[in-house]
């Protein structure tokens, strides 16, 4: 936090970028376009956890990307939409703003709901609303990438906020992978054996009943291998010489062409 209270910039962010990100959020909020604050910011807020990083990350409706860029271009950013199913950049000299408003996999889109449940905070001396804790799980549970693993941020909130988190929500947003958010709370409870009651015992107890009803029945179905939507290349092989479904197209949540582009990227990291 800052000497004031209110976020601000970590001790490596130079004037000249804090002074950017704090003009580019005065012209989102002029424009009229609903805008979250998301990344570092946010995670700082509900974990203490306060760390600079390269970019600014800003959360929009799928509706509302072109607008924000628009409203960035106005203020000298040049801009694209980088990813048609996920982000949009502004670009500033070597700063740039990550306008996002879905995941890199598909899942886990910016609605009204992130909206309905926003906080809010003041950031860099402007006052913003932020991502939700659970939204933010939510979307960091599935980043498992062999250069990138969110899997300590998600433990980080689950300590800090898990006694006031709204579990009935998250249990939704997970839905058909529910799997998924059972790992990291089991890996929570090897983490925090100490704090094992920030998750309360019937979200586990749902999950292994999940669990245990699945082991009863038998699988179905196409070969699938969902590990596309943890890492989208880790698992590349399975999708082209083992025979398996990619778990994104099976599930509809990305098109091929999306898909493709999103692959290819790859190595631009």
């Not at 910011?41 to 509706?63: C, N, Q």
């Not at 906080?119 to 062999?146: H, N, Q, Y």
């Not at 929570?188 to 015992?201: E, H, K, L, N, W």
Request: glycine fraction near 10%; proline fraction near 3%.
């Amino acid at each position: 936090m800052g000497s004031n209270g209110h976020l601000a910039a970590g001790p490596t962010l130079e004037p000249r970028t804090a002074e950017f990100y704090r003009t580019a959020l005065q012209a989102l909020l002029a424009s009229g376009v609903p805008i979250l604050v998301g990344g570092a910011y946010s995670l700082e807020r509900y974990t203490g956890i306060a760390r600079h990083t390269k970019d600014f990350d800003i959360f929009v409706r799928p509706r509302d990307c072109r607008r924000a860029l628009k409203a960035l271009a106005g203020i000298g950013c040049s801009t694209d939409v980088m990813f048609s199913h996920w982000l949009g950049k502004a670009f500033h000299g070597d700063d740039f703003i990550d306008v996002i408003f879905s995941s890199g996999n598909g899942i886990a889109e910016v609605d009204d709901v992130w909206f309905k449940h926003a906080v809010d905070e003041t950031v860099l001396g402007v006052e913003v609303k932020l991502c939700p804790a659970e939204e933010s799980i939510w979307s960091k549970a599935f980043i498992m990438e062999r250069e990138r693993y969110d899997g300590a941020d998600v433990a980080h909130l689950i300590r800090a906020v898990g006694d006031r988190l709204d579990w009935h929500r998250l249990l939704a947003r997970f839905a058909g992978y529910w799997r998924v958010l059972l790992a990291h709370l089991t890996l929570f409870g090897f983490i925090y054996p100490t704090d094992r009651s920030q998750v309360p015992a019937w979200v586990v107890r749902e999950l292994m009943q999940r669990l245990d009803d699945e082991l009863d029945s038998a699988a179905d179905g196409a070969r699938v291998c969902r590990g596309t939507i943890l890492s989208r290349g880790q698992y590349l092989m399975d999708t082209a010489d083992w025979g398996y479904s990619d778990g994104r197209l099976v599930d509809g949540r990305m098109s091929r062409r999306e898909i493709a582009h999103w692959t290819a990227a790859i190595d631009d990291g």
